[in-house]
Structures are given as C-alpha cells and as structure tokens.
C-alpha cells in the first residue's frame, strides 16, 4: 500500500486524536509544531494507526525516537512509516 492510499484511513483517524478538520492535515503539516500535537495525542494516534491498519508499533518507534532527534514529524513521513510497516508484514 502505498501513502496516496494510506491518506484517505490515516487523515481522520489523526484528525479525531487532534481534534481537528481532515482538512487541516495537510501531507507537509507538522505534527507538533503545526497541528499542536501533545505527547498524549500521539499517543492516542499510535493506538488509533494500529488499529486502522493492523499493524503493531514498537513503544517508542515512530514518535518518541524522531523526537529524541529533534525531529517533528509531518504527516506524510507518517503514512510512509504506516506503509513500510504494512509492507513488512509477512503476505
């Protein structure tokens, strides 16, 4: 699965964790510095992307280690994560 069909799944599921439009999140928008997303919220958005896709997100792997980095992901850099998980996982 590519990210153009991982958007359409992703952005109201981040949408709802954010409390923001769909609208509002845009491929470039940053999570934190743009869409103000908390540690709680990504959080919320971690369960929500597993759960979305069935897939599972080691504690830690896709927030709390870009952060670390001082790395604020965008939203796109999401869906490619969300897409290298799903193509991983065994056919």
């Given at each position: ?39 709680i919220d990504l959080v ?36 490619a994560f969300i897409a ?8």
């Amino acid at each position: 699965m590519n990210t153009d069909a991982i958007f359409p799944r992703l952005l109201p599921q981040l949408a709802e964790a954010l409390g923001l439009a769909p609208e509002a999140c845009l491929p470039q928008a940053r999570l934190t510095s743009d869409l103000g997303a908390e540690s709680i919220d990504l959080v919320d958005l971690t369960f929500r992307i597993e759960k979305t896709f069935g897939i599972t997100i080691p504690e830690g792997q896709l927030f709390e280690d870009t952060a670390r980095r001082g790395h604020d992901l965008t939203v796109e850099e999401v869906a490619a994560f969300i897409a290298a998980r799903l193509e991983a996982r065994p056919h």
